[in-house]
C-alpha cells in the first residue's frame, strides 16, 4: 500500500486567485458536458478556504 503524502503550496493573492478561477471554470466546462465535478468541487473548497500563513520575517534592530 502506497503511503500519501501531502503537499503544501505557497500562493499570493493573484495567483490563488488564477488557481480558483482556473478550477470553477474548469467545473463549469465540466457541467456542460454532463460529467461529474466532485473531485474538482473538492479542490475548489479547498482552494477557497485555504488558511493564511504568516510568513517569518528577520527583525533589524537599526540601534545598534
Do not use: C, F
Amino acid at each position: 500500500m502506497k503511503e500519501q503524502h501531502e503537499r503544501t503550496l505557497s500562493l499570493d493573492h493573484y495567483e490563488h486567485g488564477i488557481v480558483v478561477h482556473a478550477l470553477h471554470s474548469l467545473r463549469n466546462d465540466l457541467i456542460g458536458e454532463k460529467r461529474p465535478t466532485d473531485a474538482v468541487d473538492d479542490l475548489l473548497l479547498k482552494a477557497i478556504e485555504a488558511p493564511y500563513q504568516k510568513q517569518k520575517r528577520w527583525k533589524r534592530h537599526e540601534a545598534r
